[in-house]
């Protein structure tokens, strides 16, 4: 499968068009169409935008091109949480309007000014609240590794599309793993950068009513390092790629303390087990972690027991305020209608009280954490659960089994720092197994120096 590097590269030398690039990935989409990455695709307005990329592109001499857009001509996707001007947003529900957008959001705009091209629009859960991507308004993202199972969410159709070959790299949004689950099911680089880090996540968002500090961010999605690297820097806006760079410089980093962990913030409410692949993987990290210098050690964080339901408090109060009348609300989904009752059914004392919770959670993990460089945690507990596996449980066991596959993502979003999960070894079924750097602030790049290090990148 061809890198974004790649891409890039025979673009500007004139070895492809971008017309080319686009239709490739087209053809990729429609063939592959089962798979369930895509819930739109609007081939008339990508193949334009590429026929005005290969004009610029011829417009230079070779020598010049370095000068042109980081990833002009680049297929690329978009969730559908995400408004792309020309792109109908649906949210993955049927109880909102489905609207054909006349504007970008920030990040597709920033997406945009990078030169890259959105060929569609990728399937999420209703609202983006789940870690799987199923809904009732479209089939359901699969994971290319075994079609049988879950893509992850809710990034999970952009990454099938990118784990399918049908684009190198994309821009995710995570607000409790979502682009972690799923780049750590399909075998991808899936970068959360920190809170803020990336600028267009903060235009014109206003503060949560509640006061708690953000917890969604965008953030790349793509099979290499280098690639994630190349997104992290085009989307932020900075033509030098500082930390693209910085990947050719990642066999220098050493010396780092890591401290090695699988305690969870669930454990108080459910039972929390690693499979023996998952354990595997985090050894084999270890491993190669010591030969690259680095200093590892077992690192036990004691976590508030208020944390479950602190968060799944907060987590569902953002479903109340959505304009819905109660014809839309008798189309949601189990899960979002069973989230709505409860948040609606909390007083507005435990929503403060919860807020409070998260906020001292933060603090203690933020403290407990800083005693490292870095905190190595496995990506996933278990292998991607089969597609419909989740609703079958109810919605309560729906939520359970979320927890428990991904028992140590949503902390890294309260605490509001950086993580990043790397494919580590396939397990004996042939699926990708791998584990989570979570980083301090500010620590983005040397994230990704690490994840080179585990890939031999």
Known sequence: MTTALEFRDKLRSGELSAVEAVQHSLNSASTQASLGAFTEIQPELALAEAANADRMIAHLPASERHQLPPLLGLPTAHKDLVRVRGFTTRHGSAAVPHQVSSQDDPIAQAVRESGAICIGLTQVPEFGIAGYSENLIAAPARNPHNPSLTAGGSSGGTATAIASGTISAAIGSDAGGSIRIPSAACGLVGLKPGRA????????????????????????????????????????????EPSLHAIDRAAELGGLKIGVSTDSPFASRMPIRFDTAATQALEAAIAALANSGHHLEAATIRYDEEYPEAFTTVWTQSLARIPLTPEAEAELGELAQWFLASARATSPEKVAASVAAIKRFARSASDQWAEYDVLLTPALAFAPPETGAFWALGPEGDYRLQCEWAPQTSMVNVVGTPALTVPIMNDAAGLPRGVQLIGRPGSET????????????
């Open 446 to 457: 040397q994230l990704l120096q690490l994840g080179a290090q585990l890939l031999g990148e």
């Open 197 to 240: 880090a990336i600028a267009a996540d903060t235009v014109g968002r206003p503060a949560d009513p509640l006061g708690v500090p953000s917890m969604a961010v965008s953030g790349p999605m793509a099979r290499t390092t280098r690639d994630a690297a190349l997104l992290f820097d085009a989307v932020r806006g900075l033509r030098d």
